[in-house]
Every structure is written in C-alpha cells, then in structure tokens.
C-alpha cells in the first residue's frame, strides 16, 4: 500500500513579496533536489485556494511512496537530507512535514 508524506507550508512573514520569494526558490531549488529521493513515485504541489480554520497554511506537498519502507529509505538518504538542508535555508519555520497511513478502523468501510 503507497504511504503518503505531506509537506505543509505556513505562510511566511513578510506578506506577498516573502511568499513569492519562497515559491519561486522552492520550485527552483526544493522540487528538483526532491525529484532526486529514491523511492519517491510521485509530487503533487498545491496551493492552497481558502483557509478555514487552523494555521495559515499556503501550500500543501505530497508525495508518494510505495510502501512505509521505500519512505524509510527515502528519509535516510542523502538526497532527503541535501532537500532539508535547502528547506531550513528557504523555508525557515513555515514547514509541518507528516506521514500518512490509511486508519485501520475506516479500511473496511470503503
């Protein structure tokens, strides 16, 4: 089953002009080092259209993985870690960075 890792954005400070800054570096420099993970199927970047409650989330990463251990491996490598390196020098503070997993009680319900 594919395992899924969100990364979510927090509007940076600074307005507008931060927030285009980060968006241009992060599709520059972020996506390509992330398109290097091993394991890693595929990206999806969103942006998010309207916040309702919570943080002031803007942008909204996932990527896909086969399995919790190609995730594993993923994580471990130098790849991840060159990608986090460049996301704590762009993205200072802005990032919540979660795996998901299906919830066991609702599988049979689907």
């Given amino acids: 089953m594919s395992v899924t890792l969100l990364a979510l ?4 400070e600074g307005g507008d002009d931060e ?5 241009a570096r992060y599709h520059a420099e972020h996506l390509p080092l992330i398109a290097q993970v091993p394991g890693l199927r595929s990206t999806e970047v969103e942006v998010v259209s309207q916040k309702y409650a919570g943080d002031d989330i803007v942008v909204v990463t996932r990527m896909t993985f ?3 251990a190609s995730l594993d491996a993923g994580m471990a ?3 991840m870690r060159a ?4 996301l704590r020098e762009i993205a200072p503070d802005m990032l919540t960075l979660v795996a998901l997993g299906a919830d066991p009680r609702t599988e049979s319900q689907a």
């Fill in 9 to 12: 954005f927090k509007r940076p």
């Fill in 19 to 23: 927030l285009a800054r980060f968006m």
């Fill in 66 to 68: 086969d399995d919790r």
């Fill in 77 to 79: 490598s130098q790849e």
């Fill in 83 to 86: 990608a986090g390196r460049n």
